[in-house]
């Protein structure tokens, strides 16, 4: 910290990003990324893009806003993209919460939520989740302030309904509720079909896991449209072009590309149904997953050892250090023939320990 | 504005982009890009990056800083990427001002500084141009907050020398100095070779302009290891993963490519020095450019008026309203083909106005 940091964000705690050595080639399970290269449309529109960077790129993603919203069932005023999800949870964050309107989220849920509540000067309500890892939707009845809740939620996977959810729409009239798809499109429900009836919800969903464009940072979110105007006004105060041109084009062909997008998600929950069976064989507990990685704990191996022994053996998973789910790895899903290195380093760990 | 805006952000005025009209094609002069292509090598290793972005660009940027830093003549502690140089000075107003600190600058100058106090609620003291539009560097002695100087200045493209900006270093030593260098490759010198010895130097660049990589989004900081991680801190609060992958190959293409580099400003500095001749020719007042635009006026035209008519004739410059500035226009420098385009219009319509 220089002596110039504004007293604001003298005891700021970043947030933590996956690990992503260099040292070796790891099987990278880490950091829910998909084990698919993007659409071959959405590679070749980028590359044509590489050719005319010298223009900035359109602040208003005139061409990739239509494209979006056709193929996710919105009108063209209740979408806005971003530089990934991230950015506009952060900007959400800006407009919808202040000293009078905390964030109210889960006590065990993705840790960026804590990070833009405190570089936002915003105070935070965390409700923990239940004894078996749940969302009750009871507990955010009422909650005087935004709800943020991710669905599924991570890491656990576990998804709430889409009645559940709009319990929860019902219960805050008053407050923005935000739900974060990030990982919906692997079997939960999504809550956009409910848009045009609760003027307070905002979905906000990526391009990162589903759509293969985590390295290409496209996020998105979509809201009655003076929701979407209030994250434009964010947008235009802090980084209009904040889309560049290469992944305006990649957008274009991943939702132009459905048939792509399809087959990636149903191979990733094959997948995901293959590994849960063969952990639960091995003895380990697995939360009901609906993402694209598995929440799992063995009630003889320690988490930590675990995801220490996997990444000695070239196998990376992620370990968080949350008391209450410290007995936990969280497994993305990769392609079978990945899963199967996992599961038979796991083995291996299991067989060296007895 | 929805009902659930925060108040803090109620009465914002968020920035205006430059206009970028899709019904006819235009010769395009009102935002600053290059007429040039990015580097050959620059485009090849975006295109070879569109295959793989399904893997999380790497947030540490390590594949990129080493070869910018040598580019740059800096040391890899004191480089910081981000999404454009937007971000970056989004970032550098939030680490570096607030209630106490306000942001000291111009009251001509890039039009997004006023924005950035005011989204950050940070209170900001505008100090006039001289009568010939010009920094007097005396005006920021002892500015008593954090100063912000576009060196050349935009959009006047008048440039301070490198002593004038060491007199306000010097003259500021509890404070930060940010010179923002959006335009130094046109003539100006730079103030990077003076970040070992002043600890309260912000130097922020982009690749938008000289590099021409405005589509692609590329901005950096340069300046004490310990300003650079404040701004880190301020990117892994709110988006770690600020740069794609594609346009951190672009980013690594344009650095190696020196040579594509010079040929491109030099280009750009002798059709400028066209341009201007031709203009004075027709009686129009250029201000002493040392950027990739011309800011001109003429005593028997109105700026507003000549900015309409020439877009109604299919060549696009840039008129700002602000009453000290209304005569002029700003005037991208293009092509010497783009910028005949231009004097013949301006002929044109001072012909028909006789």
Do not use: W
């Not at 979905?203 to 979509?222: I, P």
């Not at 992944?247 to 087959?263: K, N, Q, S, V, W």
Request: glycine share 6%.
């Amino acid at each position: 910290m220089s002596t110039f940091l504004s007293k604001r964000y003298m005891s700021l705690t970043p947030y933590t990003p996956g690990e992503q050595p260099q040292d070796q080639q790891y099987v990278k399970l880490n950091t829910n990324e998909s084990p698919f290269p993007p659409s071959p449309l959405s590679q070749r529109l980028a590359r044509q893009a590489a050719g005319d960077l010298q223009l900035y790129s359109d602040p208003e993603c005139r061409k990739l806003i239509p494209v979006a919203a056709e193929a996710l069932g919105v009108k063209e005023d209740q979408i806005l993209f971003s530089n990934g999800s991230d950015e506009i949870l952060n900007f959400a964050f800006m407009a919808f919460c202040d000293e009078d309107t905390p964030a109210v989220f889960p006590d065990i849920s993705y840790g960026f939520y804590t990070v833009f509540a405190d570089i936002n000067r915003v105070p935070q309500k965390k409700i923990p989740l239940t004894e078996d890892f749940r969302i009750d939707p009871k507990d955010y009845y009422g909650a005087g302030g935004t709800v943020v809740i991710a669905n599924p939620n991570a890491p656990t996977g576990i998804a709430l309904s889409l009645e559940e959810i709009e319990s929860i729409l019902k219960a805050n009239p008053g407050n923005v509720v935000i739900i974060d798809e990030a990982y919906v499109d692997f079997g939960c429900e999504s809550a956009v079909g409910l848009i045009d009836k609760y003027k307070n919800l905002l979905v906000v969903q990526t391009c990162s896991k589903s759509r293969s464009l985590a390295g290409g940072r496209l996020g998105f979110a979509m809201g009655d449209k003076d929701l979407i105007r209030d994250l434009n006004t964010i947008k235009y105060s802090t980084n209009p072009y904040n889309v560049n041109s290469m992944t305006m084009a990649a957008g274009i062909g991943a939702f132009l590309d459905r048939e792509y997008f399809d087959m990636c998600r149903e191979r990733i929950m094959e997948t995901r149904d293959y590994a849960r069976k063969a952990l639960e064989d091995l003895g380990f507990e697995c939360l009901d997953s609906r993402s694209n990685f598995l929440f799992a704990r063995h009630p003889g191996i320690d988490g930590e050892f675990l995801y220490m022994r996997c990444k000695e053996k070239g196998v990376l998973i992620r370990h968080f250090t949350l008391p209450r789910i410290k007995d936990f790895n969280r497994i993305t899903i990769g392609t079978k023939e990945q899963m199967d290195i996992l599961l038979k380093t796991v083995k291996e760990i299991m067989e060296e320990e007895r």
